[in-house]
DNA sequence: CGAAGTATTGAAAAGCATCAAAAGTGGTGG
DNA sequence: CCACCACTTTTGATGCTTTTCAATACTTCG
């Protein structure tokens, strides 16, 4: 079992100091930061994509819970159970800082806002599974430019796994395979930090 | 704007709520329960299933956000915003208590408990648009069941509208009304058939 | 180097969307 | 009570998108 656990910053692997309450811990992509079932306390992400699964779906694939980009609280509910519900691991590279404001426990405002960031992220994610492929996974890109520092996302360097994006857009990994490719062909229309208007742009030239 | 009174026969406007403090109020299938931007308070759904949704999605059709089945809170971004940022519609009749427990301001524990729920409900409800057509319907259907009283819903009477059955799932109106044609003839197995045990219990016990 | 995971590509087929039209449903006013 | 309207549901025919299956290359790492 990896060690990563504790707020206070004791056992971290090549931290600078054990002092300071909010030490920031970096996971490369495809680190499991979490297992659902562990004892853990909440992260903040300050930089990068968290990927939330919930247990196998029968089929041994684990089944995507959400999403999380820069700002989202992720293990908000260890606060309540002590332990993890869910597993998570680094999408893309990211970086989390334990999330105890000014030291204490989060208060109402806090968990409120993170209620409301958590509904809003889960309105982004589902519309991640409409549409058509082309669609779905340059959505996908714009939301994780956002968590990405400079643009190797937008220029397609650092990508997540065929297979993440496949699971989270509800594609294939195949499908997927093609679908970047043909982004690629496009010039990567709309994974530039917005995204409605570029996204126009690429419909109207056709493809 | 039209008041729905509750079923008690309180005339409420909201404002009166501050002396009956727990006044359940029903909402019959299709009944907008509230818009976004409007000033209000949180809720919990004791019976029947609501629909939260985003405001348009470019071609004037509303963007599905969430879905609120009992035991959900839905509105909590009130206590913050004091404002709802979704708009609640009833999926099918549905039963809500406005939410503040005991009187005062839900605490802690009680936020910490609707952000957990919701991050369940929000991975049902990922769930909903994998897999195939008759899949997805049958597992919305066995999620709604759990919020309806009686079995209408698993004998077909008391459906939500097929539209908001299509926009839920990802499909359209036209394979939903194929869809549920089949599971009909095929004597509804979809609803027992994947996961849930209170499925079954509820076919068994009848009603 | 070899092994295991990851990505690419092709061809064929399945599944769903689209378009179109008809039938059913509920509510309103004459 | 009926005619009418708006909306919803059903059904069919057709074709596009994506999946599936399969085979081959590319990467990473012990």
Redesign the interface.
């Known amino acids: 079992m990896v060690e990563f656990s504790g707020s206070d910053g004791f056992g971290m692997t090549g931290d600078l100091s054990d002092l300071v309450v909010n030490t920031p811990r970096h996971f490369p992509r495809g680190y499991s930061i979490y297992q659902a079932g562990e004892k853990g306390g909440a992260w903040r992400v300050v930089a990068g994509t968290v990927r939330l699964d919930?247990g196998q779906?029968?089929d041994g694939n684990d089944?995507?819970?959400?999403l999380a980009v820069v700002g989202d609280i992720i293990g908000?509910?260890t606060?309540?159970?002590g332990r993890y519900?869910?597993t998570a691991r680094a999408l893309s590279d990211c970086t989390l800082i334990p999330w105890n404001e000014y030291g204490e426990r989060p208060?109402?405002?806090g968990?409120?806002?993170?209620?409301?960031r958590?509904?809003?992220r889960?309105?982004d994610?589902?519309?991640l599974?409409?549409g058509r492929a082309a669609d779905r996974v340059a959505r996908l890109l714009s939301i994780m430019s956002f968590g990405v520092v400079g643009r190797r996302t937008l220029a397609g360097q650092v990508l997540p796994r065929l297979r993440d994006i496949a699971e989270i857009t509800?594609l294939t990994i195949e499908t997927v395979s093609r679908t970047i490719k043909q982004l690629r062909g496009e010039g990567l229309p709309g994974l530039t930090d917005g995204q409605?208007t570029a996204e126009k742009e690429k419909d109207a030239s056709g493809r």
Chains 1, 2 share one sequence.
């Open positions: 919930r779906d029968g089944a995507l819970a959400s908000a509910e606060l309540l159970f519900t869910f208060g109402h405002e968990l409120l806002k993170a209620l409301a958590a509904e809003q889960f309105a994610i589902l519309a599974r409409t509800g409605s």
